[in-house]
């Protein structure tokens, strides 16, 4: 097993967690919200997926 490898499947898994939390648990202005700001969610999760690789390496 690959140390990286388990650690991206890790990240995701919270992101996908934490996102559907957040979706299932919020309001529907809030939702909208949510949505709108997606794609810097995404882009976070991103960098964080970098800076746990750089950790790891």
């Known amino acids: 097993m690959d140390i990286k ?3 991206k499947s890790a990240a995701a898994g919270a992101a996908v967690g934490f996102t559907f939390y957040a979706l299932s648990t919020a ?14 969610t995404l882009k ?3 960098n964080l ?5 750089s950790v790891i390496m």
């Open 5 to 7: 490898n388990i650690a």
């Open 27 to 40: 309001s529907p202005m809030k939702k909208m919200s949510i949505k709108k700001s997606a794609g810097k």
């Open 44 to 46: 976070a999760a991103g």
């Open 49 to 53: 997926l970098d800076d746990i690789k």
